[in-house]
């Protein structure tokens, strides 16, 4: 970690800290490493984020923002920037999280691939999927070599193009018999990066001993909460 989160004398700015504190009455006493959630959160996989956004956006506490997460966000606004910094630190870019969940899917996936190519359903998908894309490209190449001044052909043959892709590559997608890779949304992914954020601002606010109240650090841990069941589940899915 970079020295902007560690004091002069080696300890941890916002981590856990070797030297004690008293923290407030209303605080819970399993403090937790600033890092966790973040650390973890960089090895989940493309199903379990689906699976985790899919938990959020059926959770009704999850509609609305918690009026204990908003204000410990305002009141606190410094060790918030360390909460993004520290995810950031992990987890990277929202495009760089989701190549890293690719990268943890497909190492998933693996043994299901190997075996496809075993049984020479990888080759066979190889071939019709060539064959389609032989047939979008032969098509309109010819249209517009034969017929260039005709625009009514050439946007029939563009819609039957678009037809031909979505008829063909559904069947291909079949045969293959791999799962589907999942459709994450942006907006969806950064709702619960804002959680894992929450998460680790309660950690922070905890081992710094700001005397954070169990309903607030319950609210703020939440989602992160919400995140690990889906992955559990999903990963027991996966067993």
Known sequence: MSNEYRLDDGTQRYGSRSNSYTPHEATPAAAVRAEEAAEVAARLGLDEMAAAID??????????????VVAMRKTHPEELTAARALVKLHLGTQRQWLLKAEAVRNKRLA????????????REVSALRAILMSGLIALPTYIVATSREDL????LVGIGCIALALM????IT???????????????LT?????????????????????????????GRRGWTSIQIAAKAM?????
Do not use: C, F
């Open 55 to 68: 938990r959020r956006l059926t959770s009704s506490w999850a509609d609305t923002d918690n009026y204990l």
């Open 111 to 122: 043994t299901t691939m190997h075996r496809r190519r075993s049984s020479g359903t990888a």
């Open 152 to 155: 009514l052909k050439l946007i």
């Open 168 to 171: 063909g590559g559904h069947p």
């Open 174 to 188: 079949v045969h293959a018999r791999v799962p589907v890779m999942p459709n994450i949304r942006a907006a969806w």
């Open 191 to 219: 709702e619960i990066r804002n959680d894992i954020v929450d998460a680790t601002l309660v950690a922070i606010l905890q081992n710094n001993g700001a005397g954070l109240d169990a309903r607030t650090a319950a609210a």
């Open 235 to 239: 990963h027991a899915l996966h067993s």
